[in-house]
């Protein structure tokens, strides 16, 4: 492979690995949260030991988390130095702002949040809690709106090859920046949901059957089961927000190859980009208009319109667009399918059966390849540009040699691949033995023993 092509797999695996934590962070610090308030009002302690449980598995995600962050953005400058050369003044100061406002904020309260339990006053613990939480969501915001500008780029203009702001609001909150930060926190919501609701399954599976258990599954559950159809409509939003601004993208992800109106929604097919047309295809008549436009008789863009005259082709790769937008759509099915099923025996048995239990053990990290397959979709499908209509992917690549680009990913790769089944090996293992925690945990949840006037004064405080 040439030195482009490696450059892409490598930042591509980078930031396949880094996204898969905050996905789970930025929800959980919410969860945590919430486990934090009901302990509050009603004194359970088995609401604290799930906090206690889950808190190890939202520490061991936020420090991958940070890790993977610092690789990725070394390669701004080894792999991509034309990115910050031309959008620079723009990608810098939204990237520190990232760090000032929320890692900062996250990384000061996090300590307070891991062991600060019986060491500060309740409401302080509480507080930082919500600290966390609100500095995740904050990190989001700051990475999404510069993406998302990236993506729909406003509020600059060029000056000898260079961009500079012109209009800070306008960058902010760019055309598709709503619905791509909407888009990404449920996205959050529902692999944190299912994460909790999975490792709660398994131990429950595995003969743990206290309270604080069945509280935590029945919040993944449910927080899925409401989350899903929310996400649905969000998305069908996000996608026509697409069409209206990168219509090549929304041309792959249908594999649709001529702008026509009655355009149907391709189930499967394999795109022919040497041909262009699609094979074996099986399709539902008028879908794709129906759904992108409202209308069966709408119209729908096609790949051919983003080809120049001498045959350059200005559009996505189409098989990788098409098939993860697939992957995407069918985890989302599948999340809804499970966590209305097992909403359902909750809400009639107070548990669900065995089968539906270890459905949601297989699901526990659902929604990473929702959020993989979504990403992909995203990035890939602003092929060739990297800021649309700026700075193309090839213009901002380095002159670094092939071979030395290779051989770090192979070493990345090396290192990715261990730390994902060490991180799933450990969440598993701490879940396994979570009587034996529980029992250690026993002494700091004394706090629920103490005079509901004590409670009621936390609340207060809160």
Known sequence: MDALTLARIQFGANISFHILFPTITIALGWVLLFFKWRFLRTGDAAWMKAYFFFVKVFALSFALGV????????????????????????????????????????????????FGFRRVPGWVHTGATFLVAFGTTMSAFWIIALNSWMHTPVGFEMRDGVAHATDWAAILFNPSMPYRLIHMLLASGLT????????????????????????????????????????????????????????????AMEANWETQGNVPLVLFAVPNEAERRNDYEIAVPNGASLILTHHADGVVPGLNDFVAADETVLHPPVKPVFYGFRVMVGMGMLMLAVSWATAFMIWRRGMPGVWLTRGLVGMTFSGWVATLAGWYVTEIGRQPWLVTGILTTKQAASDVAAGMIGTTLALYLATYVALIVAYVTVLFHLAGKGDKAAQVIDDPVSQATRPNADVAQEVTHV
């Open 192 to 251: 944190a949901a299912f994460l909790v609701a999975g490792l709660s399954a398994y131990r429950w599976l595995k003969g743990q059957r206290g309270d604080d258990v069945r509280h935590a599954l029945r919040t993944g559950v449910f927080l899925a089961t409401g989350l899903i159809p929310v996400q649905i409509f969000v998305g069908d939003m996000h996608g026509l927000n697409t069409l209206e601004h990168q219509p090549a993208k929304v041309a």
């Open 67 to 114: 890790v993977s962050g610092i690789t990725m953005s070394f390669q701004f400058g080894t792999n991509w130095p034309g990115f910050m050369e031309t959008v620079g003044n723009i990608a810098g100061p939204l990237l520190a702002y990232e760090v000032l406002t929320a890692f900062f904020l996250e990384a000061t309260f996090l300590g307070i949040m891991l």
